[in-house]
């Protein structure tokens, strides 16, 4: 038992008042035997296989395996389609109305909004609408976010224009040297026919980000998003809108000029912009610059007093309004950057409202929306924050909004589609800017991070500059990376501190932070925050010998050499006396000062050398005794020197730790003890004990 140290003399006394345990003593009084009991090689791996395939049970079909064959194939589907679990407790009374008048509200929204996106993914506007209603009317089915408005939405519109952008240019090339590749490469390269194509590539394009997104969702990969870290999705998002601004300015301006694409894309564009300013067409600009005065009027200063008294904002946008191979990379990006978006909006209004998200099935659900609609020619949708955030707002209770905003748009697409014919390209540029103030607005979040922490301030200033100055895909990989590294750098800036009891509590807390602290002088607690693996070793020994006061490898070393010093001496005290008997032989060592011990330090402590010099009685036993008590009296004073007879190393904090850390922790341990110092592991979790 670990017993408590006497805090006056050092001396080891009781402490009666609260019993301790050593991990031993205690898993035999109170660890389940079952759980002790040795099992061979074979058991175990069936024993892992039985507990995956469970586990992959419960994911498809509930928690509860008690239950019958018949009632797990209903959760199954209740699983895969959330709606039916939905509506067998769907409130009519209380939820239908919220629900039709949120619903309309949103299918408004989803017309001006559409159109602009559409654009910002260079294909014709009236794709966005089918965007908009295919999205909603697959998401009612399969999504388990009650308020998610899926759809087109800024980022991934602008990522699929940049793969367009991207991808069109070498298929007309190709087409123009081997023109019997591809059939639809095989017309005049007219604006007819690039049109048809981007339509053609993003179709293709929102195949494989369904097919890709619905792997995930099977394969349960929805733990994926904890790389995308807040910070660098801020970031990322705010680089992306000036992406989108600065491709909106040449519809501003009326200027009909080629975008750059790829690395620098910004800056070259903006240049090119401001080279081509005398040429703009002021009327449009004119034009352009109503709009977004009367939106900015409306959104800022018209509809928020307007909200305390009607629910229903003013929908003012309305008044203005073999391929998958290539673009593989991009695909993929966009899968993972849509559903974290999406997943990330879904879960913070599910624990709004109390209830929960799935992260697998809502991979599922936005796979097969993404790649169902391919085949009705929609390009890869996303979920808004503002049309979600209105959902909310408006007492939206089900996915039934979804419904009738897809009823509601196809209403439109149906019946009103030609009054939407003529809109100007720049009101639609206009609606799209007005709608990236939001995602500027998060700039405002810089001074917190700032405060919080400077790993995530600095991996939003990476991830935007790289999105902004390189390209998006670039900028995207670079956030990755850069919040990868920022958290093995975390594990490697642990560190550890000696922890002391507070005065009249049981509470322990840092020695230099806390005033009040009743410590032993010869007793330290020390703490390692943090995970012992093998490339924080060495920073793991640095800062516990720092917190300890001094160096026990040092000690370790220099006691070898004293302790192989008095092993020699007994052995040819021992020879002497098998040879000579045991007669006994007095030791002065004014007759024999010519044999001694040669212990030498240097500044830092380490044992620089040992050396034994015998001029004299080299081999005799008077020499071998003298030897001998003098490395004693070395040990003795050496001894003297260590500051502490008890380390206690508080694990409670460990996160992990590998083999090389074990190796690490044996040795320093070892290294304590040889200093005469006795070391206590408290805390230490069960999986660190089988260790």
């Known amino acids: 038992m670990i017993q408590a140290i006497d805090s006056v003399g050092g001396s080891i006394q009781p402490n009666e008042s609260r019993r301790i345990y050593t991990e031993e003593e205690f898993e035999n009084l109170y660890l389940k035997h079952d759980e002790t009991k040795q099992v061979s ?15 992959i049970r419960k994911g498809y079909c509930g928690p509860d395996t008690s239950v019958g064959f018949g009632t797990q194939l209903s959760r199954f589907f209740y699983n895969l389609f959330p709606f039916i679990d939905v509506f067998r407790h769907y409130d009519v009374k209380n ?16 017309v001006p909004q559409g159109m602009a996106y559409a654009m910002l993914a260079t294909v014709p506007p009236i794709y966005g609408l089918y965007c908009s209603m295919f999205a909603s009317f697959f998401y009612f089915f399969l999504g388990t976010s009650r308020h998610l408005s899926l759809s087109t939405i800024a980022i991934i519109s602008l ?14 090339s190709r087409a123009s040297t081997n023109e019997s590749e591809l059939v639809m490469t095989t017309t005049p390269t007219d604006d007819a026919n690039e049109s048809a194509n981007r339509i053609l590539l993003a179709s293709a394009l929102a195949l494989t980000v369904g097919i890709i997104q619905f792997s995930m969702g099977l394969l349960r990969l929805g733990f994926l998003t904890s790389l995308l870290s ?34 620098f894309n910004v800056p070259r564009n ?9 040429e703009a067409n002021w009327v449009t600009f004119g034009l352009s610059s109503a709009c977004l005065f009367l939106l900015y009027l409306f959104q800022l200063r018209i509809n928020p007093p307007l909200r305390k008294r009607i629910k229903v904002p003013i929908p003012i946008e309305i008044l203005v309004l073999s391929l998958a191979g290539r673009m593989l990379g991009d695909a993929f990006v966009i899968a993972v950057i849509g559903f974290a978006l999406s997943y990330s909006l879904a879960s913070f209004y599910g624990n709004k409202e109390g209830y929960k998200v799935n992260p697998n099935q809502e991979l599922v659900a936005y796979g097969i929306i993404n790649a169902a609609g391919s085949f009705f020619k929609i390009y890869p949708v996303g979920s808004s924050i503002s049309r979600t955030a209105l ?6 209770k089900t996915q039934l909004v979804g419904l009738i905003a897809s009823v509601f748009v196809l209403i439109v697409v149906l019946f009103a589609g030609p009054l939407f014919y003529h809109v100007p390209s720049c009101c639609l540029s206009a609606i799209i800017l007005v709608a990236l103030r939001g995602m500027v607005l998060q700039l405002l979040d810089l001074p917190v ?10 991996s939003w200033i990476v991830t935007f500059l790289a999105t902004v100055f390189l390209d998006i895909l670039y900028g995207l990989l670079i956030g990755i990376a850069f919040s990868v590294l920022a958290i093995f750098f975390r594990l490697l800036c642990s560190r550890a501190y000696v922890v002391a009891q507070v005065e009249d509590t049981e509470v322990f807390r840092s020695s230099e932070l806390y005033s009040s602290c009743v410590d032993d002088p010869k ?10 693996f093998y490339t924080a070793t060495n920073l793991f020994v640095s800062s516990v010998i720092e917190a300890a006061g001094f160096d026990p490898r040092l000690i370790a070393f220099t006691r070898k050499k004293l302790d192989e010093v008095i092993k020699e001496a007994d052995i040819v005290l021992k020879e002497y006396d098998c040879v000579h008997g045991e007669t006994e032989l007095t030791f002065h060592p004014q007759e024999d000062a010519t044999a001694s011990v040669d212990i030498q330090l240097n500044e830092s402590g380490r044992c620089k050398e040992i050396s034994q010099s015998f001029h004299r009685h080299k081999s005799s036993r008077s020499g071998a005794a003298n030897r001998k008590q003098i490395a004693q009296e070395e040990m003795a004073k050496l001894l003297s020197t260590v500051p502490i007879n008890h380390l206690i190393l508080d694990c409670s904090t460990w996160t992990f730790i590998d083999v090389a850390g074990t190796n690490t922790l044996k040795t320093l341990l070892s290294d304590f003890n040889s200093a005469g110092v006795t070391v206590y592991l408290a805390s230490l979790s069960s999986a660190l004990t089988l260790l």
């Open 391 to 396: 959902v909310n707002s408006m007492g939206g």
């Open 159 to 172: 990522l699929v224009g940049s793969c367009l952008d991207r991808t069109i240019p070498q298929l007309l």
């Open 230 to 263: 807040d910070p660098m999705l801020v970031g990322f998002t705010v680089g992306s809108s000036v992406h989108v601004a600065i491709s909106q300015i040449f519809g501003i301006f009326g200027l009909n000029l080629r975008k750059h694409t790829g690395v």
């Open 270 to 278: 903006f240049y090119q912009i401001c080279a081509n300013l005398p």
């Open 523 to 532: 007793v330290k607690i020390i703490r390692y925050e943090g995970g012992l």
């Open 41 to 55: 090689f074979r058991q175990k791996s069936s024993s892992m296989l039985r507990k995956a395939f469970l586990k």
């Open 95 to 110: 939820w239908l109305v919220n629900d039709l008048v949120t619903g309309f509200t949103i299918g408004v929204m989803h």
């Open 449 to 458: 991070l700032w405060r919080c922490s400077i790993w995530d301030f600095a």
